[in-house]
């Protein structure tokens, strides 16, 4: 293949590939704002299979990840909160948000491993 | 209102509309469960036996620890509290030493060097080291069999507390009022170098099985505070301040608690 078509099939894919980016992070988005609502009237059993949904759909996607790991928080899955904050936090390292939620959940988490202090 | 009135009253409405759209992010309260951290499915009673307790002569150590734990279990733990006398632990554990050290006397001793002597009575509890002599007691399996069998084989919650007084001089960075030359007022934090005073206290809690005597579980903590040299605080008060912290954590061991904070959804 010459250097011509290899480039334009790269400048295809890369056009090709970021409207089925935005397509994903939108039915991501879509899941993850309806997941947001039923948390909040306390449902939080449906939201954990919105958000899952949402992870699905766009795995890159540290919002849900988030999400994810309040909800299995509030649920006692101690160790999957830990994974899905992990996720979240390895997709978007500097978001402080995040940090600050993983920082709280570990709080609680060290308290249940330690014998005392 | 005017028509400028008009125009300013929407275009705010808008942003605040807008701002309303660009939110991405939304607090919410959960509710963490904890399980815990020991079984006790086996226990419909439960024991808080008393405390090998020293360090400040204002708190009784012992009578308070029991009081306190009792009335936290009753209202927060699924076991039925025994009411008995608290136990003199102290006491106990010193007339074991004495009745250990005098049957080692009729003994022949293990080797020449091992008599009486070496068992001297039991030091007041002033600081930590001083409570090691007296720990033994809680490894005496047949007296907490005893006791078990005394109040049909509860599970029992005994251990020692050291509540001692403590000072240190540090920085500490406070808020002063400041008036500039205009007599603008102002809060600006300030360091200063000064002496502080409070308590030390760290409880250790042993749960033994009345139906065995052995220990099932152990817990140590140390918790502190330090007040300002001029502010008196009682020490009962700081006590129960300190006991106040730990208590979550004390309950945990047998009872699943739920653990309240706030979170931060994402879009």
């Known amino acids: ?117 | 209102m005017t028509a400028r009135r008009k125009t300013v009253a929407s275009l705010l409405l808008a942003l605040i509309g807008a701002l309303a759209g660009c939110t991405s992010y939304f607090e919410i309260p959960i509710e963490t469960p904890i399980s815990p951290k020991l079984d006790i499915s086996a226990f419909q009673r439960v024991l808080v036996a008393g405390f090998i307790a020293g360090g400040n002569d204002e708190v009784d150590g012992n009578l308070e620890t029991v009081r306190l734990l009792r009335s936290q279990l009753r209202t927060k733990g699924n076991l039925r509290v025994i009411d008995a006398e608290a136990l003199p632990l102290a006491e106990i554990a010193a007339q074991q030493t004495t009745d250990d050290a005098a049957s080692a006397t009729t003994a022949p001793p293990a080797s020449p060097a091992e008599t009486a002597a070496d068992h001297p009575a039991l030091p007041p509890i002033k600081e930590e080291k001083d409570l090691e002599a007296y720990e033994k007691v809680f490894s005496n399996v047949e007296y907490w069999k005893k006791i078990g069998e005394e109040h049909q084989n509860p599970l029992i919650v005994t251990g020692t507390v050291l509540f001692t007084s403590h000072e240190r001089a540090g920085f500490v960075q406070r808020e002063q009022e400041v008036y500039d030359s205009f007599g603008r007022r102002r809060v600006v934090p300030v360091r200063a170098y000064e002496n502080r005073k409070g308590y030390i206290l760290r409880p250790q809690f042993v749960f033994i099985d009345g139906r065995t005597g052995q220990t099932l579980h152990q817990e140590t903590f140390r918790e502190e505070i330090l007040y300002s040299e001029n502010t008196s605080t009682p020490a009962l008060s700081s006590f129960f301040e300190l006991m106040d912290r730990l208590l979550p954590t004390f309950l945990n061991t047998l009872s699943a608690q739920k653990i309240k904070g706030t979170r931060v959804l994402l879009k």
């Not at chain 1, 290899?6 to 090709?16: K, N, R, Y």
């Not at chain 1, 992990?86 to 995040?98: D, G, H, R, S, V």
Request: aromatic share 10%; no cysteine.
């Open chain 1, 1 to 117: 293949m010459s250097a011509r078509a290899t480039a334009a099939v790269l400048l295809l894919s890369l056009m090709t590939a970021g409207p089925a980016w935005a397509d994903r992070r939108g039915d991501a988005k879509q899941q993850v704002e309806f997941g947001i609502q039923v948390a909040q009237r306390g449902l939080w059993r449906e939201a954990i299979y919105r958000w899952e949904r949402a992870t699905q759909i766009d795995p890159s996607y540290a919002a849900a990840y988030n999400n994810l790991a309040v909800a299995y928080e509030h649920e006692g899955q101690l160790d999957k909160a830990r994974a899905a904050y992990e996720k979240a936090l390895e997709f978007e390292p500097n978001n402080t948000l995040i940090k600050q939620n993983f920082d709280l959940f570990k709080e609680i988490n060290d308290r249940t491993k330690k014998d005392g202090r």
